[in-house]
C-alpha cells in the first residue's frame, strides 16, 4: 500500500500536476480551501501534508493557510505540513516553521527536491510512529521496568503489588537470569520505603574472611588493616531494603548473624559491643535448591522459614514463551537506539528461532544474543545467525527422509522439554521413550543438555 499524502493549493491545475507527478510514490488525496481540508484530513489521516499558504477566500495573503496549519496540527501534532510558498513569502514560510510546519519549498517547487523531502517526511513520520507505539508498547507491557503479559508474570507482578506494602522478608527463586534483582528493585520501588535506600549484596561474589565485615561493618581495630570504622550494608540499608543475593552461599556462622538480626532487627559490627537498631526490610534470592542445602546441613532452616515468609518464584523464560518476542523487540528498540542503528527489525526465520530456543541463560541470554545481533546485523533484518541461533526454515531446508524425520524429531522433543520446564523424566513420559532413549536422541540432534532432572 502506497503511504497517503494530502495536496492542499487553490489552483487545480498545479494540484493536477502535482498528483501526476507524486502518483506513482504515493496515493494522493486533494483539497483546494481550509474546509475541505480538514475534512479529507479528518476522514483520510494523512501522515503528510503539502500545503500551500495562499488560500481562498484571500489568496493573496497567508493567514488562511496559516490557520489551516494549526487546525491541522491540532488533530494530530505529529503530521509532518510542507508548506509552498510563493518568491516572495519567505517570511511567511518561516512563520509557518515556529507554527509547527515541518519544512517549507518555495514555488516553483523542483520536482526532484520535492520527491526527497517528501520521502523524509514519510521516513521521519514512520520511525515516530513506531516510537510512539514502542512507547506506549512498554507502558500497557511492563511493571516497574519488567517487561512481560504471560500469565505468569502477571501473577509474579501482582504478588509483588501485594507484598510491596507489607514489610514482611520475602525469597525470590529462580533461574540465573530470569529478573530475581529487577523483582527485588520493584519490591522496594513500591513500598513505603521507595525513598530510603536499596543496598543490594551479592554474597557469592565476596570472599568468605570478608563478607561478614561486609554485610555488619566494623569497628576501628576489630582486624588488621580495619583502620577506621566502617558501617556494613545491613547499616546502609537502615530505612529502605536489603536485597541479599545468593543467599544459599552463605557459610553457615554467617548465617546464624543474619538470623539473630532478622529476629531482633539489631546488629553488632565486628568487633563492636554495642548493639545498633536496623529498620530495614529483606529481600533475598538464590538459584540454588535451599531445600536441598537444608537436606544436606549447609543451610540453615530457621533461617528459611525467616527469610522465606513471602516466597517469590520468577519462572524460566521457556516457561513464558509468550513474553520471548516482547522481550527481544524491545531489547532490540532500545539497543539499536543507543547505537543508532534504528529500523532494525527481526526477520521472520529469526523470530521462529527466538522462539525455539530453549534459553538455559533466561532474560540476560536473550538480551545478549539479541545486543550482538543488533550489531552484527548488516542490512535492516536481523537473522537467525546474526543471533547466533540455528535456522529453522522448515520445511524448505529439508531435502532428505532422514533430515525430515530428525526434523521432526527435534521439533517433538523441544516441545516436550519446554512444556515440562526442562524436565527430563516427564519429557521423556510424553513422548513414549525412556530416559536414556531421549538422552541419546538429544545428543545425535544437538539439542542442548540445559535441562534438569
Ligand atoms: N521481565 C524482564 N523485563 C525486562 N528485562 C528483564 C526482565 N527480567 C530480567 N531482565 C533483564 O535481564 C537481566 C538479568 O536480570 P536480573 O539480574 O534481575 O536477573 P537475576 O535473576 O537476578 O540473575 P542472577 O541470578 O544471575 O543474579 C538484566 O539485564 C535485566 O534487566
Excluded at 526442562?422 to 540432534?445: D, H, Q
Aim: hydrophobic residues 40%; charged residues 30%.
Amino acid at each position: 500500500m502506497k503511504p497517503l499524502l494530502l495536496i492542499v493549493d487553490d489552483d487545480e491545475e498545479i494540484r493536477t500536476q502535482m498528483k501526476w507527478t507524486l502518483a506513482q510514490d504515493y496515493e494522493v488525496v486533494l483539497a483546494g480551501d481550509r474546509g475541505s481540508a480538514l475534512e479529507v484530513f479528518r476522514s483520510a489521516h494523512p501522515a503528510v501534508v503539502l500545503l500551500d499558504l495562499g488560500l481562498p477566500p484571500q489568496p493573496a495573503n497567508p493567514e488562511e493557510g496559516l490557520a489551516a496549519l494549526s487546525e491541522l496540527l491540532t488533530l494530530d501534532s505529529s503530521t509532518k505540513i510542507v508548506i509552498v510558498s510563493g518568491q516572495g513569502d519567505k517570511d511567511n514560510a518561516l512563520r509557518a516553521i515556529g507554527a509547527g510546519a515541518y519544512d517549507f519549498l518555495v514555488k516553483p517547487v523542483e520536482v526532484e527536491e520535492l520527491k526527497l523531502l517528501l520521502k523524509r517526511c514519510f521516513h521521519v513520520a514512520q520511525l515516530e510512529k513506531e516510537y510512539r507505539r514502542m512507547q506506549q508498547l512498554l507502558q500497557a507491557d511492563t511493571f516497574e521496568g519488567m517487561l512481560g503479559t504471560s500469565r505468569v508474570m502477571r501473577n509474579v507482578f501482582d504478588t509483588i503489588r501485594k507484598v510491596a506494602t507489607t514489610d514482611a522478608p520475602v525469597l525470590i527463586l529462580g533461574e540465573s537470569g530470569t529478573g530475581k534483582e529487577m523483582a527485588a528493585q520493584a519490591i522496594h520501588r513500591r513500598s513505603p520505603r521507595k525513598d530510603g535506600p536499596f543496598v543490594a549484596i551479592n554474597c557469592s561474589a565476596i570472599p568468605e574472611t570478608l563478607l561478614e565485615s561486609e554485610l555488619f561493618g566494623h569497628e576501628k581495630g576489630a582486624f588488621t588493616g580495619a583502620h577506621a570504622m566502617r558501617k556494613g550494608r545491613i547499616e546502609t540499608a537502615n530505612g529502605g531494603t536489603l536485597f541479599l543475593d545468593e543467599i544459599g552461599e552463605v557459610p553457615l556462622p554467617i548465617q546464624v548473624k543474619l538470623l539473630r538480626f532478622l529476629q531482633e532487627k539489631r546488629i553488632e559490627r565486628v568487633g563492636g559491643r554495642q548493639e545498633i537498631n536496623i529498620d530495614a526490610r529483606v529481600v533475598a534470592a538464590t538459584n540454588a535448591d535451599l531445600k536441598k542445602g537444608m537436606a544436606g546441613g549447609t543451610f540453615r532452616e530457621d533461617l528459611f522459614y525467616r527469610l522465606a515468609v513471602v516466597q517469590i518464584t520468577l519462572p524460566a523464560l521457556r516457561e513464558r514463551e509468550s513474553d520471548v518476542k516482547l522481550l527481544a523487540q524491545c531489547c532490540m528498540q532500545r539497543y539499536s537506539g543507543q547505537i543508532g542503528k534504528n529500523a532494525l527489525a527481526f526477520d521472520a526465520e529469526a523470530v521462529r528461532a527466538l522462539m525455539r530456543h530453549l534459553w538455559p541463560g533466561n532474560v540476560r541470554e536473550l538480551e545478549n544474543r539479541v545486543k550482538r545481533a543488533v550489531i552484527m546485523a548488516e542490512g535492516k533484518r536481523i537473522t537467525p545467525q546474526d543471533l547466533e541461533l540455528e535456522s529453522v526454515s522448515g520445511a524448505a531446508a529439508v531435502t532428505t527422509l532422514k533430515e525430515a524425520r530428525e526434523a521432526v524429531e527435534r521439533e517433538m522433543i523441544q516441545n516436550a522439554l519446554r512444556k515440562h520446564s526442562g524436565k527430563i523424566a516427564p519429557a521423556a513420559v510424553e513422548l513414549g521413550v525412556s530416559r536414556p532413549t531421549l538422552y541419546e536422541l538429544m545428543e545425535k540432534l544437538g539439542i542442548a543438555r540445559e535441562a534438569k532432572e
